[in-house]
């Protein structure tokens, strides 16, 4: 009980110390059965338990920029709601130190294996078990209220919180992001995404000129949910 009272306590701070920073999603993972798949020295992965997952949605007007090519104006959106993400995510882990706890804040976009296009951890994952979506067809993290318009980032810390429960649905009928994918990487079985033809298409785009980093924004155009801010 005590416990319970320590992890409800936690997470009112949390959610307190957020109110301000017009978060669109908000949730917590348990990370013990995962942790080992993180790039990190294992003496760093081990101290942690929980992940505190955030999100801040893309616009809609930047993506309606997009035709059937990722756009500067998009790449810019993409990177300065990255930032926003890692500077909140740096406060929030200063702030949970001050608690007498530790905390990392993973970047929200830095990747640290090129060759294997790997991050530290995959904040798609992070998002999934936190419960605030699950992997779509487009292989992005697809929340029932935003689809995939949003960018995330997570901290790891072993603050007592109590961990959301992942969320057992799927894209179901939907098959917008399987027409407008210029890779034709997107299957009916999301099991069946190609991969290496998304790099190439990235790859291409960003030889071509368009923009300077491998990125699209045509799924995440296609993938647009609810369009409502979740509450988890």
């Not at 616009?59 to 990722?70: C, K, N, R």
């Not at 890692?86 to 949970?96: E, G, K, N, Y």
């Not at 992070?126 to 997570?154: D, E, H, K």
Request: aromatic share 8%.
């Amino acid at each position: 009980m005590k416990s319970e009272i320590l992890e409800a306590a936690n997470k009112e701070k949390l959610i307190s110390f957020l109110e301000s920073w017009e978060i669109d999603l908000f949730g917590i993972a348990d990370i013990y059965e995962v942790r080992k798949e993180f790039n990190l020295a294992e003496p760093v992965k081990n101290l942690f338990t929980r992940a505190i997952v955030l999100a801040k949605r893309v616009l809609s007007s930047v993506l309606d920029d997009i035709i059937d090519h990722p756009t500067r104006l998009y790449f810019h959106h993409y990177r300065q709601l990255n930032n926003e993400l890692d500077r909140l995510a740096l406060r929030l882990a200063i702030f949970i130190e001050k608690e007498g706890y530790q905390a990392l804040p993973i970047p929200a976009s830095q990747v640290i294996d090129w060759k294997n296009q790997r991050a530290h951890l995959s904040h798609k994952k992070m998002g999934q078990l936190a419960g605030l979506g699950w992997i779509g067809r487009n292989n992005l993290l697809v929340n029932p209220t935003l689809g995939s318009r949003f960018r995330l980032v997570t901290i790891l810390t072993n603050m007592p919180l109590r961990p959301n429960s992942p969320i057992n649905s799927g894209c179901g009928e939907c098959f917008r992001c399987l027409s407008v994918c210029p890779a034709q990487a997107i299957h009916e079985d999301p099991a069946h995404f190609d991969h290496l033809a998304c790099f190439r298409k990235l790859d291409e785009f960003r030889r071509q000129g368009f923009v300077g980093q491998h990125i699209c924004g045509i799924c995440v155009k296609a993938c647009a949910g609810q369009l409502k801010v979740q509450e988890t």
